[in-house]
Every structure is written in C-alpha cells, then in structure tokens.
C-alpha cells in the first residue's frame, strides 16, 4: 500500500486543566483538518505529546480518531517503543484501525546498528500495517549514515520516512538510491528543497497551524506556481517562531535554517517543546483547546501568548 503524497499535519493532543485528555477539543481539531484540504493526518507524533501518554490512553485516542475519521483521510499513528516486542505490541493493538504506522524506536540504551536493524526487522514483519520509519536523531541519539538509513528503508514493508534532521544532502541521497521509497519531510518548507528529487511531502508542525496553506503550497509547488509559492512561503515562514522559537526573528530562524539544512553534516543536535505555543495558536485561531500540556513540558507563559496573538494578528489567514 502506498502513502498519497502530501501534506500531513500532527495532530497535537488537547489537556484539560488537570492534564488529563479533552475529548471534545480533539474531536474539534479533528473535525477542522478534515474539513480542509490537507491530504491527511497524523495522530500521536512527537508533536502529539506521544511519549507522555499511557498505552491506554493512546489507545483510546486511536480508536476515537478512526471512529471520527471513517477513512475520509489517510491516518498516520505514532508508535514510540523502547523494544520491538513493545512496538509490536502496540502495533497488533491498532490493528484494524490505521492505514500507516510512524515508529519510532528510541533504544534505553545504545545498541549497535546490526542489533537496532534487526529489531526494525522483526517489528516490521510483524505489522499488518505498512510503517514509515522516524527519524528523529535529535531525540533517539541515533544519527545513522547514508548507508544505513538506505538499509532501514529497503527492509520490507518500511515503505518511507519521516526525516527531522531535516538534512538536504541525506535526503537526496536517500532518494537517489531509493527512488520509491515516500520521502517526507519534518517541515514543510524544507520539502520545497527535496520535491524535485522525489519526496513525498511533509509531515509537519506548521501545517498544524496552517492547514490550508500547507496544502495549497504543496500543490502549487508540483504546478510550479512561482507566484502562489512565494506568497504561501511568506505566510508558512512567518510562524516559524510559534513551532521554534519565539525569541528568534523570522527572518533570522529562516537564515539559520536555510544554513543547517545545507551544511555537510546534520548539524540540528536537540529540540525544545514547541506543544504549548501551537496549541495557544490553534486556540487563537478558534479551536475551543487550551494550551496546557503535560509536565515537565513547559507550560505557557504571558509573554509567549502575546508574542504568538502578535504573529497571527500579522499574516492574512
């Protein structure tokens, strides 16, 4: 089975005051993704707070999310294991009620790659459902190769990744070897760079918050729109500090990306939560969630909030 190219916002997870999950918020963001044009959704992301959440729970948030997306859209879910018997696990659990997994499996402890290949192996063989491998070095510690990430995706039913070292070179690279394998991208506006070569997309925090010019820049992109393609970048770049870093300016973060992702080696080294300053944007755009998240995550501050009512009272939405 093959993943539809597009844009896949991460749906992040709305808290109630206690922190315990809001249902009824969720049931309002899912609802305002599907009535867009995003070309699909992805529940359970780093961007979904997956790790601070119970298999219970994230089972629950499955099995609401299949039963309000009825297949109208493409489901991406999260998987974060420690093992591959825990991943495993997981997986059988959502049988049934995905169209496509994202693992990402974080080792306690450093295991070698032959060891950690063999693991993807085995998780692999055991799903029913065709994964996207998650490649989140920042997080993981794991900053695999060329070589071995063209290893990881050509085990069968690994059909693509997610690439959050946002790194230009690995990416064509990859693509290169593997022209078939669907390519996405962790930001939107790096997928621009990597179209040409194949990739497939993006599954991205800023099309959390801009749905509908996320979906619009992808399209225009494959059009070869210039005209519509500068005036969606412009937009798309503008919350870059909301999924970033509110005390960097636009166009300062746009230059140090724009450095990063060209650099010889993958030089993005961690990440800081952004889960509170998106959530207080979709809140500020109308969604009935609050920004709270779950601790340790840093909650929302005054200052933060304004900087963010700022942004947004800035761009034409």
Request: hydrophobic share 40%; net charge positive.
């Amino acid at each position: 089975m093959t993943i539809k190219n597009g844009i896949y916002p991460v749906i992040h997870t709305p808290l109630l005051e206690d922190e315990s999950i809001d249902f009824k918020g969720f049931d309002k963001c899912l609802g305002y993704y599907l009535d867009t044009d995003i070309h699909g959704l992805t529940i359970l992301g780093s961007g979904g707070e997956l790790p601070y959440f119970s298999d219970q729970e994230q089972l629950k948030i499955v099995q609401y999310t299949y039963n309000k997306v009825q297949n109208k859209k493409p489901l991406i879910i999260g998987v974060n294991a420690y093992s591959s018997a825990q991943a495993i696990e997981k997986i059988t659990a959502y049988k049934g009620y995905s169209s496509y997994i994202l693992l990402l499996l974080t080792p306690y402890y450093k295991s070698s790659f032959e060891n950690y290949l063999k693991a993807i192996e085995n998780i692999a063989q055991h799903s029913t459902s065709p994964i996207l491998f998650y490649y989140f070095p920042q997080i993981t510690g794991h900053y695999f190769s060329n070589q071995q990430l063209i290893k990881l995706l050509s085990i069968k039913n690994i059909i693509g990744i997610k690439d959050n070292s946002l790194h230009l070179a690995t990416a064509r690279t990859v693509l290169n070897k593997l022209p078939d394998t669907r390519y996405f991208s962790g930001l939107t506006l790096v997928y621009e760079h990597i179209a040409a070569h194949g990739a497939a997309g993006a599954i991205c925090p800023i099309a959390t918050i801009l749905p509908m010019q996320a979906a619009a820049f992808f399209e225009d992109l494959n059009l070869n729109n210039t005209k519509e393609i500068n005036k969606h970048r412009t937009v798309l770049k503008s919350v870059l500090p909301i999924a970033n870093n509110l005390n960097i300016s636009v166009s300062v973060q746009n230059s140090l990306l724009n450095i990063l992702i060209r650099s010889p080696k993958p030089l993005i080294k961690s990440v800081t939560s952004p889960h509170a300053n998106i959530k207080e944007a979709l809140s500020l755009l109308g969604l009935p969630i609050h920004a709270t998240v779950r601790s340790p995550l840093a909650p929302i501050s005054y200052e933060s909030k304004e900087k963010i009512a700022k942004i947004l009272a800035s761009i034409k939405i």
